[in-house]
């Protein structure tokens, strides 16, 4: 059954570091690049950051660039997210997802079609 | 980078039918996805590649675009469609995804 896990969650003090791992079941993890979105508390749907199936290709939205990394370990089928010098604004649920893309004629397509249940992360003194 | 615009609420009767729009230039170059998402729990792909369903997802939910639009239309909305609905896509200027401001869906 496929399946993403996040775990890391919990309250952050402001300027310090959150970290979230993401751990992938039921599927060959390294053939798909994974994305991290965000919901902050009454607010939408907020994309964050990609990683390329290899690990060679690495995006960040930019309030988050420069303060994030992501990584992944194809062996141990886990993804992780770091941001620096966290603000309030960081706060949300952080929700992993797989990436899927394919071609329709000549047309690329991309889509989330595996999500995990997401880690909330509360940026508090 | 660019934006995805939605209509932040939208209503149906039960059993009648309702289209979600969403636009965005990045529309125009790329197809977007559509993602359900009910409080407390993780958002469910929809709609794919304008008017694909995954395995799971009920016909009665159906995709369309033209332009710079795409649509989500729901045909004999249940009581259980009740949700909020994102649209996604992925920036056209940069290497950003994208996703609108959700439509809040409401089954009357």
């Known amino acids: 059954q496929l399946d993403l896990v996040e775990s890391g969650g919990g309250v952050v003090q402001p300027g310090g570091s959150l970290r979230l791992s993401c751990e992938a079941f039921?599927?060959?993890?390294?053939?798909?690049?994974m994305h991290w979105v965000r919901q902050a508390p009454g607010r939408g749907l907020e994309w964050v950051s990609f990683?390329?199936?290899?690990?060679?290709?690495?995006y960040f939205r930019e309030s988050v660039r420069g303060r994030g990394s992501i990584s992944r370990d194809n062996l141990q089928n886990t993804m992780s997210l770091q941001i620096n010098n966290v603000i309030p604004e960081d706060t949300a649920v952080y929700f992993c997802?797989?990436?899927?893309?394919?071609?329709?004629?000549?047309?690329?397509?991309?889509?989330?079609?595996?999500w995990g249940k997401g880690a909330t992360v509360i940026v508090s003194s | 980078s660019s934006e995805l615009t939605q209509d932040p609420t939208a209503s149906v009767a039960l059993g009648q039918t309702v289209t979600i729009t969403c636009q965005g230039d990045?529309?125009?170059?790329?197809?977007a996805s559509w993602y359900q998402k009910k409080p407390g729990q993780a958002p469910i792909l929809v709609l794919y590649?304008?008017?694909s369903r995954p395995s799971g997802i009920p016909e009665r939910f159906s995709g369309s675009a033209s332009g710079d639009t795409a649509s989500l239309t729901l045909t004999g909305a249940q009581a259980e469609d009740e949700s909020v609905y994102y649209c996604?896509?992925?920036?056209?200027?940069?290497?950003?995804?994208?996703f609108g401001g959700g439509t809040r869906l409401t089954v009357l």
């Open positions: 990683i390329k199936y290899d690990g060679s290709r690495k």
């Open positions: 997802a797989r990436d899927v893309r394919a071609v329709m004629g000549i047309s690329p397509y991309y889509y989330m079609d595996v």
């Open positions: 039921g599927f060959t993890f390294s053939n798909y690049g």
């Open positions: 590649a304008e008017n």
């Open positions: 990045s529309l125009k170059i790329h197809y």
């Open positions: 996604s896509s992925r920036d056209t200027y940069s290497d950003d995804w994208l």
